[in-house]
């Protein structure tokens, strides 16, 4: 029931995790490109955006029904490699396992300044560890509580250049619909809430307000 409902409302997820991206495209015009027409005046950076969100939420969902997902490092960077590819610095590795091992992305926060995750270093060794041990606490808890924690856990230490959320996100709904549970999606009209929660999530690194909201968005 889960992934039927997850493939009713396809076009919606997509259009949702776009618009949370600042995406402009349209509801009307996600579902026309998806149908394979394509929409004129818009950004190539745009429309491949959205293309690469389309092919993701496909790879999950077979990922899911032949039963291969599983909240592991193979899949996390996989479903990376389609949702950041041409648009991150470097897609489907762990910041410092390709040639970029300098550069350490910082997650703007507006007036509250910026959140720094762990430095990116050649090897991405302590990124590993942490990856490892958290994925492991995490298949501890209950599949509704680990599925949220997986979200917030790779929003928080920002294991690639960009895609963080979008990634993390299809994680959770990976564990969710594994489980039986059905999958979440961000109204696109709840975008500024989400954000703004977001932001109080990066500053206090508690987590218990986050999950009340993907809760509530998974009730809507």
Known sequence: MAVAIYKQQFTAFVWDASALEGNPYTYVEVKTLLDGV?????????????????????????LVTSGRFDLNKETFTLLHTIIAR??????????????????????????????????TLPGA??????????????????????????FLFGALQQFFFDGNKRTSRHMMNGWLMSHGFRAISIPAARAQEFNEKMVQFYISKEGTEMMQFLLDCQSD
């Open 38 to 62: 394509t929409i004129g005046g818009r950004k190539v950076s745009d429309t491949e955006q959205v293309l690469n969100l389309a092919d993701s939420n496909k790879k999950l969902l077979e």
């Open 125 to 150: 060794v302590e990124l590993n560890r942490v990856f490892a041990e958290g994925v492991a606490h995490i298949k501890t808890l209950p599949p509704v509580e680990g599925a949220l924690a997986t």
């Open 86 to 119: 041409n648009e991150a610095l470097e897609w489907g590795v762990l910041r410092g396992e390709g040639e970029q091992t300098q550069y350490t992305p910082n997650v703007h926060l507006g007036e509250a300044g910026l959140y720094k995750p762990l430095p």
